[in-house]
């Protein structure tokens, strides 16, 4: 059965270091998101990509955040200057077309930063 | 685990019970709603959803139904199986894509 996949499973970094997590969308999806779930909270979106463009994002999302899908099958998230409250689990999805319906997510990258 | 750490209502349910979890969702205009399962350490995972234009759907196992009126969504889970406890989501579909979700119930089956 076809899955979302995500690396690396656990990242450690320094505050204000840049981090790269990366996703394998479900290979005849169209529409990728990112999800953050910080422990003890609830899963929050981040953003969502379509046609290589982001579609819409959250009030998270600021400048210290983009997408990009450099491949045909690749979907990262790239943090530019890691903060400590940035230390949250990060969720890729992906769905196959109609707009939010049925999002297949990730195992999940844990971040952590010191 | 995922778990460590959060505060959820917890429910606790015989082996071969049915469950029944609830979710109060914020937004009338949110016109799709999923229910997720999240295992330890594991990513949320796909139960059974439902649109606005129906108010019961039925899976595997699993009974999603929906009101309206009141805004809560519930989950069914028949015959409750160990590999049945986990945390379970509902999530609203707001905007374009986003999907916003709830704060989450720990189904604990007990053997």
């Known amino acids: 059965e076809p899955e979302v996949t995500q690396t690396p499973s656990h990242q450690v970094t320094q505050m204000g270091q840049e981090v790269i997590l990366r996703c394998v969308p479900i290979s005849n999806h169209l529409y990728f998101y990112w999800y953050r779930q910080i422990l003890g909270q609830k899963v929050e979106f981040l953003v969502s990509?379509?046609?290589?463009?982001?579609?819409?994002k959250s009030e998270i999302f600021d400048d210290q955040f983009s997408v990009e899908r450099p491949d045909g099958s690749n979907f990262t998230l790239k943090i530019r200057s890691t903060k400590l409250e940035d230390s949250a689990m990060y969720f890729c999805a992906s769905s196959d077309g109609m707009q939010g319906e049925t999002q297949y997510f990730g195992p999940g990258t844990r971040l952590l930063v010191l | 685990g995922e778990s460590v750490g959060l505060h959820l209502p917890t429910l606790s349910v015989q082996e071969g019970d049915n469950s029944i979890i609830n979710c109060a969702y914020s937004n009338s205009a949110s016109d799709y709603f999923i229910w997720y399962k999240q295992e330890s350490g594991k990513g949320p995972q796909f139960i059974i959803d439902?649109?606005?234009?129906?108010d019961k759907r039925q899976g595997q196992r699993v009974t999603v139904l929906l009101n309206k009126t009141v805004k809560h969504l519930s989950l069914q889970i028949a015959a409750t199986q160990p590999g049945d406890s986990a945390v379970y989501f509902c999530?609203?579909?707001?905007?374009?894509?986003?999907?916003?979700f709830g704060k989450g119930n720990q189904v604990v089956v007990i053997p």
């Open positions: 990509f379509y046609n290589n463009e982001i579609s819409e």
């Open positions: 439902i649109r606005s234009n129906m």
């Open positions: 999530a609203e579909k707001h905007g374009n894509n986003r999907l916003a």
